[in-house]
């Protein structure tokens, strides 16, 4: 890869600086300054500094989004803001996309990629990766609903996976649901099936992954070491 993309892809820095830094003999390869922008390095193994401290060459970037309303699980729209336009200057050369949909009016989790194996893995149908949702329902969910959504729900077009349904404190309309597939407005539906509604939704984790509670609405932050390894150990 050409020097110059390897620090503009690990830095901030744009590519007219990086040129500057260059032609003023501060960017180094294995100890040696580095004079032609267009110079070939191995990612993997050569040592690049840049006035004396190293570039740590990441390929991917793994993002946690406190996904807000109004925004659509997309990388472009022409109607709608979508999620990508709430990741940092910083990050968007990398260009990630979000692993999976939630709703447009749907708040919470969501991770954002451009690892394109691990967001398969997490997709796969076959990987019954558990979502947690929050949800505000119009009514308190009962006993029964609970059965209903432990045996798996007929919503016509499919059946789905058993679902764990927790109420919280007795009596309100808020409970955690916790579904093992990610079909279209599928929570919804499962409330609506019991012939209640659902009036605010928020994933909290996903995975191994949880929200970090203290990520304001609209803004991602990368995913911790430990995050990132539990993920990849999904
Ligand atoms: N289920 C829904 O109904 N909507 C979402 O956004 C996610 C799960």
Known sequence: MRIDKLIANSTSWGRKEIKQFIKKGMVLCNGKVVRDAGFHVDEACDEITLSGEKIVYSKYVYLMLNKPDGYISATFDKHYSVVTELVPSQYAHYEPFPVGRLDIDTHGLLLLTNDGDLAHRLLSPKSHVP???FVRSKKPVTDSDIHIFSQGIDLGDFTTMPAKLVPLEGGTNESLVTICEGKFHQVKRMYESIGNEVIYLKRISMGS???????????CRLLTDEELQKLMDT
Do not use: H, R, V
């Open 131 to 133: 979502k947690t949702y």
């Open 209 to 219: 992954l949880t929200l970090d509670e203290s990520l304001p609405e609209g803004e």
